[in-house]
């Protein structure tokens, strides 16, 4: 099965055609993401949406936005005017996420919308069966914050 999932950056506004029966709708964008390490330099993608996404992709995302991006990779040959075959990477997405900006998004409700006090149930009244600690082995969660855009 071919399914990958990828963050990455608007570089190219999404530009919305059809197809040669004036039927289906295509959104086509090129997206750039960061190297896989320190120093390596970013890679750009071209990205196709089809359909009712299209339009929607065309609608709602620009160019600078970071989306996160669902749906199947393939390799295409393109024949170059100076006599060689060029692979090029392109992303069919099937679902596709706007992505704020991670340090202005809030971390808690606000307390205006806090959630109001819970009425005891009949199992609070019952004693409580021991569990097991949780391992002190265990890493702690990966920062995201950190990827460069």
Known sequence: MNNCLMMA??????????????QTP?????VQFPGLKEGDPS????????GNLAQDI????QAGQR?????????????RPEGYKEKQVEMTVQRIYSVGDL????????AAVAAPAATPSPAASRPATPR???????????????IPF
């Open 9 to 22: 950056e608007i570089v190219q506004a999404p530009q919305l055609r059809y197809t040669s029966d004036n």
């Open 26 to 30: 295509v959104a086509e964008f090129v």
């Open 43 to 50: 890679s750009q993608m071209k990205v196709v949406g089809w």
């Open 58 to 61: 065309q609608a709602q995302y």
């Open 67 to 79: 989306v996160l991006l669902e749906g199947r990779l393939a390799m295409n040959v393109v024949e």
């Open 103 to 110: 340090n202005t998004m809030p971390m808690a409700p606000p």
């Open 132 to 146: 097991s600690a949780p391992s002190a082995t265990a890493e702690p969660a990966p920062s995201y914050d950190d």
